[in-house]
């Protein structure tokens, strides 16, 4: 089937940055859209940003400015580049990517921590 692996995760200061990475790997024809959600303790999951086929891109209101989306096609990989990181960005992002392989579906990555702390 279709697997989704997150990597660039960890702790940083506020001020600073990361760079997420989610590749994807499997039975894949093409992928409609991928993206990246974040979960923060006691609150539910929320969309961060999201990149479609065409290159559109849609972000979280508190994140405009500051993250960047991006993907390489030819890798079925997607980065999320941090920028002037806050606390209030901790949280375990999420991949997500609609993918048409032996059918057209949803799949979700591990998670991995991001925390942004001094």
């Known amino acids: 089937q279709v697997q989704l692996v997150e990597s660039g995760g960890g702790l940083v200061q506020p001020g600073g940055s990361l760079r997420l990475s989610c590749s994807a790997s499997?039975?894949?024809?093409?992928?409609?859209?991928m993206g990246w959600y974040r979960q923060a303790p006691g609150k539910q999951r929320e969309l961060v940003a999201v990149i479609i086929s065409g290159g559109t891109t849609n972000y979280e209101d508190s994140v405009k400015g500051r993250f960047t989306i991006s993907r390489d096609n030819a890798k079925n990989t997607v980065y999320l580049q941090m920028n002037m990181l806050k606390p209030e960005d901790t949280a375990v992002y999420y991949c997500?990517?609609?993918?048409?392989?032996?059918?057209?579906?949803?799949?979700w990555g591990q998670g991995t921590q991001v925390t942004v702390s001094s």
């Open positions: 499997g039975i894949i024809f093409s992928i409609d859209t």
């Open positions: 997500n990517a609609i993918i048409r392989g032996l059918g057209r579906r949803e799949f």
